[in-house]
C-alpha cells in the first residue's frame, strides 16, 4: 500500500500500547514528531537565547529575529494589549511552523496534517479567545455580532451571520491548516508516484513538477504557521479591542 | 515532439485517475478516530511542555539580551554625544584661549612699544631741554664775557694809559676824562674792524 498517496498519513504505534483506563493514549508516529518538533524549537531557541553578546552569533541572530519576528506580528495585528498573550502566540507559530518543516522531511510524519491535532489548537484558541472577551468586556463583548452602522431591517440577519463566522471560527482555522498540509503532502506523493511509475522516459516531467512542488510546499508550511498566528492575533484583537 | 506530450499526459492522466481511486479506498486516515485521544493526549503534553519552557526560561532571556543590547547601544551613542559635545566645547575653550593669548600678546607688545617711546620721549625732551639748558648758559655766558671783555679792556686801557700818563708826566689825570679818550678811541677802533 505504500503507493497510495494517504499512507503516509497514517498513524501507528511506536512501542508498547499505553492506556490510560480504557483510552488508548500510546506513543505514536504522530506523537514522535511533535516531540521532535518540540525539542528543536527548545534546543534552537535555547542556544539562541544562552549567550549574551552584544554582535549575535548565528543561532542568537535567528531567535532574536524570530522573537522580534512576532512580536511585530502581534503589535501590529493585536495592539499592546496583546503583550501578555506573546508567548502562547510565540509557542503556537513555533510549534506549527516546525511540526510543517520537519513533514517536509521526506518519510517524515506531518503531525499538522491531521484534523484533530488542528482542531484541538483552534478549539483552545477559540474558547480562550471567547474567555478573554468576556472577561474584559463583560456580557457587552456581545456587541462583537451587532455591527454598528446596519440599519435595523438587516440586523437580525447581520446578527445571525456574524455569529455564525464566529462560531465557525475554530473550523475554518483547522481546516485550512489540515487540508493545505494534506493536500500539498498527498499531490508530493501522487507526483512522486508518477515518476515510478513513468519510468525512464516519462518521469522526468513529474519529477520536475515534484522539485518544484517541494518549493512551493516550503513556502505553504511557512505560511500556514504564520497565517495560523495572525489569525490568532485577529480573533485576540477582536476580544481585547472591542471595535464594532 | 506534440504528439508525444499529449500521449504522456494521457498517460499522467489515467495514472492521476489511479492513484486517487486506490486512495479513495484507503479512505482518509485523519478520520479514523482510533487514535485521536493519544494526538489530543501528545500534543497537549508537548505543546504545553514547549510553551511553558518558552514562557519561563527562554523568552525571558531573549528579550532580556534585546534589551540590553538596545540601552547598551542607546548608551554608548549617549556616551558618544556627550564625548562629542565634551571634545566641542574643550575645542571651543582652546580658542578662545588662542584667541585671548593672541589679544594679550598684541597688548603686550603695544604696551612695551608705548613704554619704550614715551621712555624716548621723555629722555630726548629731557636731554634737548638740557641741551637747551646749556647751549643758553653758554650763549650768555660769551655774549656777558663779550659785553664785559669791552668794559674791561677799556678799564684795562684806561688804568694802562693812567700809569702811563704818570709816568711820563709825572702828574695826576683825572681818570675819567681818561675813560672817555680810552671809550672814544675803542669805538673808533670798533667802526674800523666793522668797515
Keep these: 500500500m505504500a503507493s497510495n498517496p494517504m499512507y503516509q498519513f497514517n498513524v501507528y504505534r511506536i512501542g508498547p500500547e499505553i492506556k490510560l483506563g480504557s483510552v488508548d493514549i500510546s506513543f505514536t508516529n504522530a506523537s514522535l514528531f511533535m516531540v521532535i518538533s518540540s525539542l528543536a524549537i527548545l534546543i534552537i531557541f535555547n542556544l539562541g537565547a544562552k549567550k549574551k553578546t552584544l554582535i549575535p552569533d548565528k543561532l542568537q541572530l535567528l531567535s532574536e529575529l524570530s522573537y522580534s519576528f512576532v512580536a511585530k506580528m502581534i503589535s501590529d495585528t493585536a495592539g499592546s494589549k496583546a503583550k501578555p498573550y506573546f508567548s502562547f502566540i510565540f509557542s503556537l507559530f513555533m510549534f506549527v511552523l ?142 481585547l479591542n472591542l471595535h464594532h | 515532439m506534440l504528439k508525444k506530450i499529449v500521449i504522456l499526459l494521457f498517460i499522467t492522466c489515467i495514472a492521476c485517475f489511479n492513484t486517487v481511486f486506490a486512495a479513495e479506498s484507503g479512505g482518509m486516515p485523519q478520520l479514523n478516530p482510533e487514535f485521536w485521544i493519544s494526538q489530543i493526549f501528545w500534543l497537549i503534553i508537548t505543546f504545553g511542555i514547549l510553551f511553558i519552557v518558552l514562557t519561563k526560561v527562554i523568552l525571558p532571556k531573549i528579550s532580556d539580551n534585546l534589551e540590553t543590547r538596545k540601552s547598551q547601544i542607546l548608551e554608548n551613542i549617549e556616551i558618544a554625544d556627550r564625548q562629542k559635545e565634551e571634545s566641542q566645547k574643550k575645542i571651543d575653550e582652546y580658542e578662545k584661549i588662542i584667541l585671548d593669548s593672541k589679544v594679550k600678546a598684541k597688548n603686550y607688545f603695544n604696551d612695551a612699544r608705548e613704554k619704550i617711546l614715551d621712555d624716548i620721549n621723555k629722555k630726548r625732551t629731557a636731554l634737548e631741554k638740557d641741551l637747551d639748558e646749556e647751549i643758553g648758559g653758554v650763549e650768555k655766558e660769551l655774549s656777558d664775557l663779550k659785553n664785559k671783555s669791552g668794559e674791561k679792556i677799556n678799564k684795562i686801557a684806561a688804568e694802562t694809559s693812567a700809569e702811563l700818563i704818570k709816568e711820563l708826566i709825572g702828574e695826576e689825570v683825572n681818570s675819567s676824562s681818561i675813560a672817555a679818550i680810552v671809550e672814544d678811541q675803542s669805538k673808533i677802533n670798533k667802526e674800523r674792524k666793522d668797515v
Design chain 1, 98 to 239: 516546525f511540526c510543517n518543516m520537519f513533514g517536509m522531511i521526506p518519510y517524515a510524519f506531518t503531525v499538522t496534517s491531521h484534523i484533530i491535532v488542528t482542531f484541538v489548537l483552534a478549539a483552545f484558541i477559540f474558547v480562550g479567545v471567547t474567555i478573554i472577551g468576556f472577561i474584559k468586556h463583560g456580557l457587552g463583548y456581545l456587541k462583537l455580532f451587532v455591527p454598528s452602522g446596519v440599519p435595523m431591517v438587516l440586523l437580525p440577519l447581520i446578527v445571525v451571520i456574524e455569529i455564525i463566522s464566529y462560531l465557525s471560527r475554530p473550523i475554518s482555522l483547522s481546516v485550512r491548516l489540515f487540508a493545505n498540509m494534506m493536500a500539498g503532502h498527498t499531490m508530493m506523493k501522487v507526483f512522486g508516484g508518477f515518476v515510478i511509475s513513468l519510468g525512464i522516459v516519462g518521469g522526468w516531467l513529474p519529477l520536475s513538477f515534484s522539485v518544484a512542488l517541494t518549493g512551493l510546499e516550503i513556502l505553504v508550511a511557512f505560511l500556514q504557521a504564520y497565517v495560523f498566528a495572525i489569525l490568532t492575533c485577529i480573533y485576540l484583537n477582536d476580544a
